[in-house]
């Protein structure tokens, strides 16, 4: 759908363009674009924030904030691409409506500040959710290759990973990785890749998330750094696709608990 005063995030992997003015009417509909597949996938417009343009957006971890907008709310939503779904945003203690204004995401809060509600405002504030900040403390690790399934006495026996198919991998108890873990910084690297495609971590036992923690070519070489949170019996589960197969090195360097 045609439409301007919108927003638009990067997660990584792909791009989020929500709301804004749609033929003369502001709208709360959205979609994922993947350049790897030049493909649009809608976003979900249960439980989305209401119509709005010249709102905020930011890219938090793994989710994206919407919040203010015209006409004139200090309302917003967290959208999760990994599970399609929207969480109202908390209205106590938020700033006065307004729309024009900026957002930046710092690390673990968002800050918002400026804009307009009839008149200038120099005004702003902090946002933090449990939904979006880090989960838990970090400590860092010697670098650790957890698995490499090019490894004859590997997971997979020295063969790739079949796209298509999810494979589950134990990483509590490596790479000085303790049970209680609930996330692990990592670097992924994709190789041999027979045709192109992208992977996809996520915790072993939840759904597959529609978006990818690494695209990559055929027979090239493509590694990306990510945070990725573990099941509660400690494992991750990757999934390739669409299809082909490819080799899959996952090396630890540090977790969150």
């Known amino acids: 759908m045609a ?18 003015d749609a033929d003369g009417a502001a709208t709360n509909t959205g979609g994922l674009y993947d350049p790897a597949t030049d493909s649009w996938t809608a976003t979900a ?3 989305a924030p209401t119509p709005r343009e010249d709102h905020v957006a930011v890219w938090a971890r793994s989710k994206m904030i919407v ?22 945003t908390a209205t106590t203690g938020a700033p006065s409506d307004r729309y024009g204004h900026t957002a930046v995401w710092t690390g673990s809060k968002m800050i918002v500040w400026g804009g307009r509600d009839g008149t200038y405002r120099n005004s702003g504030a902090l946002y933090s959710d449990p939904a979006v900040e880090p989960p838990g403390d970090f400590y860092t690790v010697t670098p650790c290759r957890a698995f490499d399934t090019r490894d004859p006495s590997g997971p997979t026996l020295g063969a790739p990973l079949a796209c298509g198919t999810e494979q589950s991998f134990a990483i509590a108890g490596r790479c000085d990785v303790p049970s209680s873990a ?16 992208n992977l996809r971590l996520f915790p072993a036992g939840a759904v597959a998330p ?11 070489t493509r590694a990306n750094n990510a945070v990725a949170a573990l099941g509660t019996d400690g494992k991750i589960t990757v999934l390739c696709a669409p299809s082909g197969a490819t080799h899959l090195i996952l090396d630890v360097n540090g977790y969150f608990e």
């Open 3 to 20: 439409r301007y005063r919108h927003t638009a995030v990067w997660t990584g992997s792909k791009m989020i363009v929500w709301g804004g």
């Open 45 to 47: 417009t249960a439980g």
């Open 67 to 88: 919040w203010g907008g015209y006409f004139f709310t200090n309302t917003g939503g967290i959208y999760d691409p990994e599970t399609d779904s929207w969480t109202a």
């Open 182 to 197: 609930t996330a692990v910084s990592l670097n992924l690297t994709g190789t041999a890749s027979s045709s192109q495609g």
């Open 210 to 220: 529609l978006v990818s923690t690494l695209n990559y070519v055929a027979g090239q």
